[in-house]
């Protein structure tokens, strides 16, 4: 098979402006999603929670396939599932050492629940493989109405605590000693975060949610240390992943995920290469400053 049966494939641009319209909604959830998962993965960064994220998720699926199996809400179900692991790790998992062995608990057992829920799950197969793998034309207007909604708490949430919470994040113990509550901050972003690792999995899917939540970060955190910046970018690509997911999905023959995370994950290197190269004209400079000196 040569690159051109390859292409075609995994794509078929046929009836493509008839698609579009199919999945608007889908891409404003996805620009929903992708300014809640660049805004909320500046702080999971800083805190060093991508491990809390993805045992967020295994749980969140959980929730979902069991409103799935009733013929209830699924996204209501996801955030049911999601809230609750938040408040365990919130509750319990106060110190890094205790949150990942936590973590490391309930991941097989939400994922075990899940499987359980979506074997019992008699209707489309379809439904149970989104789930896992996302969907782009499952985002109805009752959905979409809910993603707002959760996004907006998200962000406002995130909004009134994001002063204090940065100065927890960057340096807890001086925060402490100044009487910032750490505690109450803590269990406050985890709520934010499990409503955020919920919405995501609707579009990315409960096994590639981390391209959406820790990726656009950490590409973001590697070309700009203001924080400012830093925040607008995470946010671009991010919107760029789940939305350019989204199109290039449109015209593809596999679920939405393979698409967003390589968009995710090409942003990422080139970032990286960014880095790599600013590092390397740094210490080129450096050195000619030390030969000229001497």
Not at 42 to 59: N, Q, T
Not at 105 to 120: E, K, N, Y
């Amino acid at each position: 098979m040569d690159a051109t049966e390859l292409f075609s494939t995994i794509f078929s641009f046929d009836n493509y402006a008839e698609l579009l319209p199919l999945v608007s909604n889908s891409i404003i959830a996805g620009a929903l999603l992708g300014l809640v998962g660049g805004l909320i993965g500046v702080f999971v960064m800083m805190r060093d929670m991508a491990f809390a994220v993805h045992g967020i998720a295994e749980l969140s699926f959980a929730g979902a396939a069991f409103a799935l199996l009733i013929g209830a809400n699924v996204v209501g179900g996801s955030i049911v599932g999601s809230i609750l692991a938040s408040l365990v790790l919130g509750l319990m998992g106060s110190r890094a050492k205790d949150r990942n062995s936590i973590i490391g608990v309930m991941m097989p057992f939400g994922l075990g629940l899940g499987i359980l829920f979506l074997a019992l799950y008699q209707g489309r197969s379809a439904n149970k493989f989104g789930l896992l793998t996302g969907q782009i034309v499952a985002v109805d207007d009752v959905q979409l109405g809910l993603l707002a909604v959760c996004s907006v708490v998200v962000i406002v949430g995130l909004a009134l605590i994001w002063r204090p919470l940065t100065f927890v994040s960057v340096d807890p113990a001086v925060a402490a000693a100044r009487g910032v509550p750490a505690g109450w901050l803590s269990a406050a972003f985890m709520v934010l975060l499990g409503l955020a690792v919920a919405l995501s999995i609707q579009i990315v899917g409960a096994l590639l949610v981390l391209s959406l939540l820790i990726t656009p970060a950490a590409a973001a955190l590697k070309v700009s240390a203001r924080p400012v910046v830093t925040v607008l970018l995470s946010v671009s690509f991010a919107m760029v992943s789940v939305v350019g997911g989204i199109m290039v999905a449109l015209a593809g023959r596999l679920p939405i995920s393979p698409y967003v995370t390589t968009i995710s994950f090409l942003i990422y290197v080139i970032c990286r290469v960014i880095a790599w190269q600013r590092s390397r004209v740094r210490h080129h400079r450096e050195t000619a400053g030390v030969a000229a000196a001497n």
